[in-house]
């Protein structure tokens, strides 16, 4: 499936708004189908809500080739009530699934680092689903000087 850069900038300019003026998830989702059929495949179809997760990422990232990020996300992480992934993606990469983090109850908490590539400027979006089935969603735009995709 290809995704035409007016669907890319559309997804980028959705998911601004929901973090920045709160415009619901699902429109979102409705911007860009290679991102929005990983996020349904992920949630098994649940809509994403926002709060709990916090994905922190740097505002310019000076090289595209190793871009730090991290994904917290407040949960108790008992056996009722934990974190069970959180997926990271990136819009504008030629595959945007960047990594999928699992937790378990035994994590204790519910955090990650790494560091990843991003082709150019776009939105780093994780989405975390929880054991009882209910998911969540965050973003942050990263403007890369240097491209990190062979750009």
């Known amino acids: 499936m290809r995704v035409t850069r007016r669907q890319v900038l559309a997804f980028g300019a959705a998911t601004a708004a929901v973090t920045l003026v709160g415009i619901p998830v699902s429109q979102v989702l409705a911007a860009a189908p290679e991102m929005e059929a990983k996020i349904k495949e992920f949630t098994g179809g649940a809509t994403p809500g926002e709060g709990k ?3 922190t990422a740097p505002e ?9 990020i991290s994904v917290s996300v407040d949960s108790p992480m008992t056996a009722e009530d934990h974190v069970a992934a959180v997926m990271v993606l990136a819009e504008g990469n030629p595959s945007p699934g960047v990594v999928t983090f699992h937790f378990t109850p035994l994590s204790g908490k519910a955090e990650a680092s ?9 939105n780093v979006v994780a989405v975390a689903r929880m054991s009882d089935g209910s998911v969540t969603m965050a973003a942050s735009e990263v403007k890369v000087t240097i491209g990190g995709c062979g750009g």
Do not use: H, S
Not at 60 to 68: F, H, L
């Open 60 to 68: 310019i990232a000076e090289n595209g080739n190793t871009v730090p």
């Open 53 to 55: 997760l916090t994905l």
């Open 114 to 122: 790494t560091r990843i590539r991003l082709a150019k400027t776009q």
